[in-house]
């Protein structure tokens, strides 16, 4: 594509709202990228695939690319990613294999370690299924992470330490999917890296240390006004910096991404580093973590926007 990229010569279906639980955060993800993107000169329209009129005019519509603000299942999980291979829509992030793969705890887990990524040890126990927590907990200890396989936002997760709240947790979060993961609980310093880019050249942007107001990062801390702060850049030494940017850039090479991904991580004080999940749609509120650390690196909203779309449309 030519240094002269012009916006205004490109006509975006902007892709919010959809049928999962992170519906609210997919709508208030598609204004800020809207208000980004009409800023930066793209013609926008925005689209919400739960909505059969909207699905209707993306099939019928003129547009030359889709930009995904879609969180959660049916929109992260890869499903809309194969509907627009098939229709053959350009759209930003990663593709279906890859959006899929991410979206699944449990088996990301396993990319990583073949990628040599470290992290928590963990059981899968599926719906419909015999478990026994005592074994999770001999295998686990007792400080343990539930959380469902296939959510985002931090939904349905639990911290617990005894067999009762454990236990406990593993039913709500089977209310919520049909696949609990239950990590070792990892102490430490909460960190998120976003990678941009595509096959021939990633960078990592500024590591970015989140501060919860409550126990852990939940929904709340990740959405309401003052319910965590972002400490960017996050204060660590150089050779702690360029490990942790290394481990994100593998876990996104190792999973296959595309345009984008953010990873996040814990930070023990010994220095160890554990890879908790990798985001192949990561929030664009005003509160979002990747646009925080594009402005820590000199990138505006519009100007990270524009670079997606690019990305999109290269390839």
């Known amino acids: 594509m030519p240094e002269s990229f012009d916006p205004r010569q490109w006509r975006v279906a902007l892709l919010a709202g959809g049928k999962s639980g992170e519906r609210e955060i997919s709508l208030a993800s598609g204004n800020g990228a809207r208000e980004a993107l009409v800023e930066a000169g793209f013609t926008v329209t925005v689209l919400d695939p739960a909505e059969r009129t909207d699905l209707k005019r993306l099939l019928d519509g003129s547009f030359d690319v889709a930009f995904l603000c879609l969180h959660g299942k049916y929109g992260e999980d890869g499903t809309i990613q194969g509907m627009l291979d098939v229709i053959g829509l350009p ?5 279906v294999w890859s959006s899929a793969l991410a979206m699944d705890k449990p088996k990301a887990k396993l990319y990583y370690e073949r990628a040599g990524i470290p992290t928590p040890p963990s059981v899968t126990i599926f719906a419909g299924e ?31 330490d005894d067999l009762e709240s454990l236990e406990k947790a593993i039913e709500k979060a089977f209310e919520l999917d049909k696949e609990v993961l239950v990590e070792r609980y990892i102490k430490g310093t909460e960190l998120t890296v976003a990678v941009v880019g595509d096959d021939a050249y990633v960078e990592a942007l500024p ?45 996104h090479r190792a999973l296959s991404c595309k345009g984008v991904s953010r990873s996040d991580f814990i930070l023990e004080d010994t220095g160890s580093c554990w890879i908790l999940e990798t985001n192949t749609i990561p929030g664009m509120t005003g509160t979002s973590l990747l646009p925080d650390a594009a402005r820590a690196a000199g990138i505006s909203f519009p100007e990270l926007c524009t670079r997606l779309v690019r990305i999109a449309l290269d390839r």
């Open 207 to 251: 590591i970015i240390e989140i501060v919860p107001t409550s126990e852990f990062y939940d929904y709340d801390s990740k959405y309401a006004p003052g319910g965590s702060q972002h400490i960017c850049p996050a204060p660590l030494s150089e050779s702690t910096t360029d490990y942790v940017k290394d481990l994100a850039i593998r876990a």
């Open 130 to 160: 015999d478990y026994d927590i005592s074994s999770i907990l001999d295998m686990l200890g007792s400080h343990c992470v539930v959380k469902p396989g296939t959510e985002g936002s931090a939904l349905g997760v639990f911290i617990v």
């Open 91 to 95: 759209y930003t992030g990663s593709g």
